[in-house]
């Protein structure tokens, strides 16, 4: 393994860096323990993932849930599927602390906007993607000891 704070090589058991003296031991507690987030922004996304995923496998696999109240096609209803199971992957990606996770949602957001109209929502209507990244926004910016979870983002 390398010392995190010069990059020296060293033991694999060692407990100080030959080369600049630091002590591995509190390097690796203090990394360990940096990011923090929110009981309920990890609440939130978690129950964001769980949501998008019922209703993903719900639009692709029982269309005709949907389909037979509305004039919807089993194409169309499979995009808006495959958007909810994008959603997913964004809020794995949030959990795991990347910020391309929001960019997921972004992107998604102006797909199912595009859908919306599509299918002849209004604007306004069709506008309530967007107010969902405005939430998840929020969300992120919950601090935790001082610190939000957006900026802890990599
Ligand atoms: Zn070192």
Known sequence: MFCEKCGMEIGNDA???PKCGVSIVSVTTVNTNE????????FYLIFTLICNAIV???????????????????ELMMLYG?????AVIGSILLL??????????IGLSIVSLILNMAIGLNFIQSLWSLIGIAVMWGVLRIRKNGKTTWEQLE
Not at 56 to 73: C, E, R, V
């Open 35 to 42: 990011k923090k987030r929110h009981g309920f922004t990890s």
């Open 56 to 74: 993903g496998t719900s639009y692709m696999f029982t269309p005709q849930m949907i389909t037979q109240y509305y004039d919807i096609s089993n």
């Open 15 to 17: 407990q100080f860096c």
């Open 96 to 105: 795991c602390w990347k910020k391309i996770g929001i960019w997921v949602f």
């Open 82 to 86: 495959l958007v909810s199971m994008g």
